[in-house]
């Protein structure tokens, strides 16, 4: 019912910076929990960082801690992740996803939809 897209990647040189926007489609996502993930060459899909429902609260993994920041526009319907003193590390597919705020849920990757990922590329 929600269809996400992100956008906004590509390759840059370490230490640039890059905004990725994940616009959803299908109904507002003013209620739901959104999160950024990532999935490197060969590796498998990590956890990059949350913005809540309410208030905006945000959690990030420690690899990014300090250098990402997670928003969310409601009115634009979008999620947004800024992306600071990228590392070649840093390279991979980023997936933005949301999720209905249920009772005990809190499984890392439990999340209801997910967009199709966008490719960033950190040159070293």
């Known amino acids: 019912q929600v269809q996400l897209t992100e956008s906004g990647g590509g390759l840059v040189q370490a230490g640039g910076s890059l905004r990725l926007s994940c616009g959803a489609s299908?109904?507002?996502?003013?209620?739901?929990?959104l999160g950024w993930f990532r999935q490197p060459p060969g590796k498998e899909r990590d956890f990059v960082g949350t913005?809540?429902?309410?208030?905006?609260?945000?959690t990030y993994a420690d690899s990014v801690k300090g250098r990402f920041t997670i928003s969310r526009d409601n009115a634009k319907n979008t999620v947004y992740l800024q992306m600071n003193s990228l590392k070649p590390e840093d390279t991979a597919v980023y997936y933005c996803?949301?999720?209905?705020?249920?009772?005990?849920?809190?499984?890392?990757?439990?999340?209801?939809?997910w967009g199709q990922g966008t490719q960033v590329t950190v040159s070293s």
């Open positions: 913005v809540s429902r309410i208030g905006g609260t945000t």
């Open positions: 299908g109904r507002t996502i003013s209620s739901m929990n």
């Open positions: 996803a949301a999720r209905n705020p249920l009772p005990g849920r809190t499984g890392t990757f439990d999340y209801d939809y």
